[in-house]
Nanobody
């Protein structure tokens, strides 16, 4: 599957931004989907993920309560709604697809098989 992330931009602290990640091809629903981010000089960080059916979501402690992940398998799209943004949320955000069936979603980048190109999110103070 090929993934195309979009929706990044510049927003003030406290604001909101929504990202989308559209997958090409068929069988999008066979993938668990994850969102990661990478700030300058830092490692790739797990933001959250959603199971292939959309029934369960998982978040890192740093975004829990502020970010929401959802998906629409009919549209081959996964979403990341980001509210109450902070300057420390500034990063390049990536979506990724994991075809391995598991009980939850993977939190390590190496577990994912396909990646989108990344979209920049900048939060000004």
């Amino acid at each position: 599957v090929q993934l195309q992330a979009s929706g990044g931009g510049l927003v003030q602290a406290g604001g909101s931004l929504g990202l989308s990640c559209e997958g090409s091809g068929r069988s999008f629903s066979i993938y668990d989907m994850g969102w990661f981010r990478q700030a300058p000089g830092k490692e790739l960080e797990f933001v959250g993920g959603i199971t292939r059916s959309g029934g369960r979501t998982y978040y890192s402690d740093s975004v829990k309560g502020r970010f929401t992940i959802s998906r629409d398998n009919a549209k081959n799209t996964v979403y990341l709604q980001m509210n109450s943004l902070k300057p420390e949320d500034t990063a390049v955000y990536y979506c990724a697809a994991d075809r391995t069936l598991s009980t939850g979603v993977a939190r390590t980048p190496g577990s994912y098989d396909y990646w989108g190109q990344g979209t920049q999110v900048t939060v000004s103070s």
